[in-house]
């Protein structure tokens, strides 16, 4: 499967750096996915557990308080205020 950069960054730094298949969380509509390829926009994200799929099909999951998720045709970030790994 294809993989995309993404950044978890919060006032503490980078939470993390590096390739993923995906990315799940909720966003202020609702839960949401991010795969490779998937069209730009931008959303607030609610309070939650973030899922992260990386290349080798393994998972980390972290926690939120929220903040906002960038997706580009280069990087996918999120800016978290606070973000603790699982």
Do not use: Q
Request: proline letters at 3%; charged letters at 25%.
């Amino acid at each position: 499967m294809s993989t995309f950069k993404l950044i978890i960054s919060s006032p503490d730094g980078d939470k993390f750096k590096g390739e993923a298949e995906r990315i799940t969380l909720r966003g202020s509509e609702g839960d949401l996915a991010v795969l490779a390829g998937h069209i730009p926009f931008i959303t607030a994200v609610k309070p939650c557990d973030v899922k992260i799929t990386l290349d080798d099909g393994s998972e980390k999951i972290g926690r939120t308080d929220g903040g906002l998720l960038t997706v580009s045709n280069s990087v996918t970030t999120l800016l978290s205020g606070t973000f603790d790994w699982k």
